[in-house]
C-alpha cells in the first residue's frame, strides 16, 4: 500500500465505512489480546509450594490462584457478549473449558489438602490411633501415600497445566 491507494480512496468520503472497519479491528484486538493473555499466564503459571514435614510438598498461595482463574473466567464471559465473538469461538471455547476444569479442581484439592493435613496430625501423631483404629490407619496410609505421590509429581512439574494433566488426577 502506498499513499496514492489512500488518495484514491477518496477516505472523506468513505469516512463512515473507514470508521466501521477501524472500530471493528479495535474490537477484535481486545479479544486478540485478552485470549494472548490467558495463554501467556497459564503457559506459565506455577503453583507455589511448601515443604510440608519432609514428606512433600504442599500447595500454597490458593488466593492468588483462584482470584486469576476467577478473572479469567470472567474475562471469557465478558468476550462471549462480544460482537466479534465468533472470529474467536474456536480459541475461546476450549480455553473456558480448561478454566471451569481448573477451578473444580482446585477447589477440591484445596478440600482434600486441608483434611489431609488434619488427619494426617491425628494418624501419625499418635501411637495409640494405630493401635486402637487399625482399620482406618491402614486405610489413611494408602491415602498418604497416594496423595504423597501425587504432591511430589506436583512438585516436579508444578505448572499448572503440566499438574492438570497428570494421569488419573480426579
Not at 159 to 164: A, E, G
Request: glycine share 2%; aromatic share 12%.
Amino acid at each position: 500500500m502506498v499513499l496514492n491507494n489512500l488518495w484514491q480512496a477518496d477516505l472523506v468520503k468513505n469516512n463512515k465505512i473507514v470508521a466501521e472497519i477501524l472500530n471493528e479491528a479495535r474490537g477484535e484486538l481486545i479479544l486478540e489480546e485478552f485470549i494472548r493473555n490467558i495463554k501467556d499466564c497459564w503457559a506459565k503459571y506455577e503453583l507455589e509450594l511448601i515443604r510440608y514435614q519432609n514428606k512433600c510438598r504442599l500447595i500454597k498461595g490458593w488466593d492468588d490462584l483462584f482470584v486469576q482463574i476467577d478473572e479469567h473466567i470472567n474475562n471469557i464471559a465478558s468476550m462471549k457478549m462480544s460482537p466479534y465473538y465468533k472470529v474467536f469461538e474456536e480459541e475461546i471455547v476450549p480455553w473456558d473449558e480448561k478454566l471451569q476444569k481448573i477451578r473444580i479442581t482446585f477447589d477440591n484439592w484445596i478440600d482434600v489438602q486441608r483434611r489431609y493435613v488434619y488427619l494426617e496430625g491425628i494418624f501419625f501423631g499418635s501411637a495409640d490411633i494405630k493401635s486402637m483404629l487399625t482399620t482406618e490407619f491402614n486405610k489413611f496410609r494408602g491415602i498418604d501415600n497416594e496423595f504423597t505421590s501425587l504432591m511430589k509429581k506436583v512438585a516436579q512439574k508444578p505448572t499448572v497445566l503440566d499438574v492438570m494433566a497428570i494421569q488419573s488426577l480426579q
